[in-house]
């Protein structure tokens, strides 16, 4: 059951249920957000904020991630580059991008 963050509805630890809304659209936006995570800085459409031990990432909508350890971050940069990535690189590859 994903954590619930005390100081705001509009966040979630639920790392699947997050990108169903805020899914990059394509490579750039994929980098964008894999950037923004890695190096807890904005890039892109995607900010991020250090908020004590949560790392807090927006996308273009309403629901925050929260991201609430550093095994957990580097799940989340695993989960983007397998279903983001890695696909989108291999298309462009195949397509002679």
Known sequence: MPLEYPFDEDATTDFESWLEGEAPRDLKEAIDLRDAVRHEQDQGRYTAERDYEFLIIEGSGPEKLLITSS???????????????APRR????RNGL
């Open 90 to 93: 291999k298309a462009a590859r």
């Open 71 to 85: 095994d957990a971050k580097t799940l989340f940069l695993q989960i983007v580059h397998q279903q983001y990535i």
